[in-house]
T-cell receptor, first 114, second 116 residues
Framework: EAGVAQSPRYKIIEKRQSVAFWCNPI?????LYWYQQILGQGPKLLIQ????????DSQLPKDRFSAERLKGVDSTLKIQPAKLEDSAVYLC????????????FGPGTRLTVT | AQSVTQLGSHVSVSEGALVLLRCNYS??????LFWYVQYPNQGLQLLLK??????LVKGINGFEAEFKKSETSFHLTKPSAHMSDAAEYFC??????????????FGKGTHLIIQP
């Protein structure tokens, strides 16, 4: 089966600009997560979707970050405006249900903010 | 809130030697614990998980981990290191599950170096 797809793979922007990342989970996977992985650290959960509803966004910096999953399939994560500290790899992951034993991670989008 | 602490940001062992990567957790509920591996320029891959069944968990590539509630630990071991084991290893604990939230909280990672 195809894995979790993410695009773009790399993005370089200047601070205060906007950026959007796209994730296409594995077909049929109801649960989708976005994680932020800063260099030298472990991934940090930003938001969890169950179908098109938000289950947990407690660690999402809502003043600048937003995410949506309108039809319960693809998801978009947006940053507006970007700050230098947003430089990181943004990982998307999905699972068939809330079953972390079968969680699949995408390759990530590496964001550099200059 | 759940958290994990990985002791040692870098661990170096000789090829063929025992690998021991340490992880301690904090959880307000019975924990689900995981070890993930990340090879350079690759995605995260699940090594093994503990979900309240057997306390000694066997994973892929010869790795295993033992859940010790009294020590709040979930250390990862492998009897004999191979050069291909060189990677970043992350310990993670599942969220409490309140309201359906079950995202993972990861440790900072341990970089495993294998000396020839």
């Amino acid at each position: 089966e195809a894995g979790v797809a993410q695009s773009p793979r790399y993005k370089i922007i200047e601070k205060r600009q906007s950026v959007a990342f796209w994730c296409n989970p594995i077909s049929g996977h109801a649960t989708l997560y976005w994680y932020q992985q800063i260099l030298g650290q472990g991934p940090k959960l930003l938001i969890q979707f169950q179908n098109n509803g938000v289950v947990d966004d407690s660690q999402l910096p809502k003043d600048r970050f937003s995410a949506e999953r309108l039809k319960g399939v693809d998801s978009t994560l947006k940053i507006q405006p970007a700050k230098l500290e947003d430089s990181a790899v943004y990982l998307c992951a999905s699972s068939l249900s809330r079953d972390l034993q079968k969680l699949y991670f995408g390759p990530g989008t590496r964001l550099t903010v200059t | 809130a759940q958290s994990v602490t990985q002791l040692g940001s870098h661990v170096s062992v000789s090829e063929g030697a025992l690998v021991l990567l340490r992880c301690n957790y904090s959880s307000s509920v019975p924990p689900y614990l995981f070890w993930y591996v990340q090879y350079p320029n690759q995605g995260l891959q699940l090594l093994l998980k503990y979900t309240s069944a057997a306390t000694l968990v066997k994973g892929i590539n010869g790795f295993e981990a033992e859940f010790k509630k009294s020590e709040t630990s979930f250390h990862l071991t492998k009897p004999s290191a191979h050069m291909s084991d060189a990677a970043e290893y992350f310990c993670a604990v599942r969220a409490s599950g309140v309201g359906g939230a079950d995202g993972l909280t990861f440790g900072k990672g341990t970089h495993l170096i294998i000396q020839p």
